[in-house]
Structures are given as structure tokens and as C-alpha cells.
């Protein structure tokens, strides 16, 4: 019975197909089986694993899970976690050649960062429906940044480039604020903001080495940008993640002996720290039926890492592994790999994901209970 439950958890790679996609273990599709679900059952065979924890950067392992509920996680982490990013630009002067609205789509994309407690204290900003803002930016939904820089001529430079000789050719030596970064923005608390937005928690950018822009001597940008809380479901710029997604743990099952040169050209067809190389044992000759008689001393094929693999069937595509390897995929092992932008440490992303379809299931509950009402 064991048997037969781990090769329903298998999704069968093949050269051309793929098979046993669909899940089963639902009540009524196996006769006497009672596959209902229970707390209890859940609790016993759900398990988390980390497999790496930075803090722009986590892969993990949910194990046990179904894959509506692992695909629920990774479209939450990607649209509906609220994060702050630029919406409004207002341009008080730019003489840089990029436009004003090339700018500020710049801008917008610049990922943030601040107080997380700040963050869940700002309400959402509700725009009319006419386009007019007037009056509707406050203290808890808007954050002020500010960009305000001229290029100018470094030290004697500019006497120099008049007569033509000049040898230096680094515009970030030859001119002041030549280039025009991330780390120049300034934030300007409003109200209670300077509460929740202090120390090394004021909103500022993620990665200040950003380039904005290029200038030369003479040239000024002089702008006012308005930020407020959104949605990756609404824009792209308000999602926290620069990628979040999942695959299924590779399942490599060698039915029959591979052995000597066979076994090496097997090895080649996987990614390195798959598949490595073992000498046949004395134990491994005595067990009957086992391919092994006669073979003492000989190198064989044995997986070693199948979380390694990125199951690109190229062994399936050679006669001499034909009926001799079985690959697949764990239905119920998703692993998981999540980039943050930085407003939230990756971890933290997949909490703030739990939170959210707690939150949802909670209000499909209440719904429910006032349809039956």
C-alpha cells in the first residue's frame, strides 16, 4: 500500500508526455479509501524546509501541500502585498534630455524601502474618479520624496575646457552631480510620519547606486515625487517581489543496472551533483535478480541529489537508458523560490502571504455564514 501511494504522488515525466497530472486523493475515487481531509493528517505530513535565507533572496520547500494552495501563496506574494512605491511626479524644472514623463516612469520603478511598521500604519490613497488630487494627500497616505540636483563644473574644469586642453575625459571627475543616482532622493516627514519613519527606517531606495540620469554643466532636475501604498495587482511596481515561483522536486528512479561507460555517459545527462558514481559492492552482487552478479568492483549509476536536477529528459533520448530510468516530479514538493525588491525580507514575504489568505478565507467565511443567514 505504501508502494502505491508514493507512485500517486509521482507525476510521470516521459520523452513526449507527461503523465498522472491529475491529483486523486479526494473522498470516492478509490474504493474503501477514505482520502476526506483532516487537521490531523495535515498537520502530520505538512513540513516546511529552508533550503536558503537571505535577506533579497530564500528558497524553501512546502511539502504536503496541494498545488492550489501552493499557487495561492505565489500569486499573493506577487500581487496583493502592499508595498510603497512612487505615483505622483511633479516637475518643478528638468533641462536633462530625458523627458519629463520618460523621468518619472524611472522613478516609479525605483523600489523602496522603510518601516514596516510605517507601512501598516498608512491608510490607501483613493483616487477620484474626475483625476483632480487636490486635498487628497495626508499624513497617513502619501510620503514626500524629493529629487533636487544641477551639474555643475568641478573645480577649475571649466577654464580649462576653454582653451581646449584639457586630458581628463571622467565626466564624474570633469563635472559635479554629472550623474544623478537613487541615493540622491530626500524624504520629507509630513506629520506623524517622522514617528514611524526614523532612523534606519525612512523611506528610501532600495539599491541607492541606481542611475536616474546624465547631465552636463548647466543642466537641472528640481521635482517633487508623491508616494503612496499599492498593489502588484494594480501596477507592477508595487510588488514586493522581483520573482516569485515554485517547482516540483525531480524524482529520478533507476530501475536496472547502468554501469561502467554507461554509467558515466548517464552522469553527463544531469546537471553536476546529480548523479554520481559508486563501486558495485559485495551486497549488492548476493541479492537476487538484482543485474549486479558477476559485476564486483564495477562502477555504477547512483542518484545522489535529485533537487538538483531541472528535469530536461535528456537521458530519455539515448537507446542504452531505454526501460532503465523512470523520471518524474513529487506532486506535493513545491519548491519555492522568492526575490524580494527589499521592502520586506524575503522570509517575511511568505508570512505576510499566510496572513493574507488567512485574511481571505476569514472573509469568505463571513460571506458564506450571511448567505446561509
Known amino acids: 500500500m505504501a508502494q502505491e501511494l508514493d507512485r500517486r504522488k509521482i507525476v510521470g515525466v516521459k520523452a513526449e508526455t507527461v503523465t498522472n497530472i491529475t491529483s486523486t486523493d479526494f473522498p470516492g475515487h478509490y474504493p474503501g479509501e477514505d482520502n476526506s481531509w483532516s487537521l490531523e493528517k ?7 524546509d529552508f533550503h536558503k535565507n537571505e535577506p533579497l533572496d530564500a528558497s524553501f520547500s512546502l511539502i504536503g501541500l496541494d498545488a492550489s494552495i501552493a499557487n495561492a501563496f505565489r500569486r499573493i506574494l506577487i500581487a496583493e502585498i502592499p508595498t510603497v512605491a512612487v505615483e505622483f511626479v511633479f516637475v518643478n524644472n528638468n533641462t536633462s534630455i530625458i523627458q519629463d514623463e520618460v523621468l518619472a516612469h524611472r522613478l516609479g ?5 522603510g518601516s514596516r511598521e510605517g507601512l501598516h500604519w498608512m491608510e490607501w490613497y483613493e ?7 487636490d486635498g487628497l494627500s495626508t499624513d497617513k497616505n502619501t510620503i514626500v520624496l524629493k529629487l533636487q540636483v544641477s551639474c555643475k563644473w568641478a573645480g577649475d574644469n571649466a577654464k580649462v575646457a576653454k582653451t581646449g586642453e584639457r586630458e581628463q575625459q571622467d565626466p564624474t571627475k570633469l563635472y559635479k552631480n554629472a550623474h544623478v543616482y537613487a541615493r540622491d532622493f530626500t524624504f520629507e516627514p509630513v506629520g506623524r510620519q517622522a514617528q514611524f519613519f526614523h532612523g534606519d527606517g525612512v523611506i528610501r531606495p ?8 546624465k547631465m552636463r554643466p548647466g543642466q537641472e532636475i528640481d521635482l517633487e515625487m508623491h508616494c503612496i501604498k499599492g498593489l ?11 520573482t516569485a515561483s515554485y517547482r516540483l522536486l525531480p524524482s529520478i528512479e533507476i530501475t536496472k543496472p547502468i554501469l561502467g561507460e554507461d554509467a558515466k555517459k548517464f552522469a553527463r545527462c544531469f546537471p553536476k551533483g ?7 559492492s559485495a551486497e549488492d552482487t548476493e541479492r537476487e535478480e538484482s543485474g549486479y552478479e558477476g559485476r564486483l568492483g564495477e562502477k555504477k549509476a547512483v542518484v545522489i541529489n535529485p533537487f538538483k536536477d531541472t528535469v530536461s529528459r535528456e537521458c530519455l533520448r539515448h537507446e542504452e537508458f531505454e526501460g532503465k530510468v523512470r523520471l518524474g516530479r513529487v506532486r506535493d514538493h513545491f519548491i519555492f523560490s522568492v ?3 527589499g521592502q520586506y525580507e524575503s522570509d517575511l514575504l511568505f508570512l505576510e502571504s499566510v496572513k493574507m489568505l488567512k485574511l481571505k478565507c476569514g472573509r469568505m467565511k463571513r460571506s458564506l455564514a450571511n448567505m446561509m443567514g
Open 339 to 341: 526575490e524580494s525588491t
Open 232 to 242: 502588484g495587482a494594480d501596477h507592477a511596481k508595487f510588488s514586493p517581489v522581483a
Open 274 to 280: 546529480v548523479i554520481g558514481l559508486e563501486e558495485v
Open 109 to 113: 520603478l525605483v523600489p523602496l524601502t
Open 206 to 213: 532600495v539599491n541607492p547606486d541606481i542611475l536616474l540620469a
Open 127 to 133: 483616487k477620484p474618479a474626475d483625476g483632480n488630487t
Open 42 to 48: 495535515f498537520e502530520r505530513n505538512f513540513r516546511i
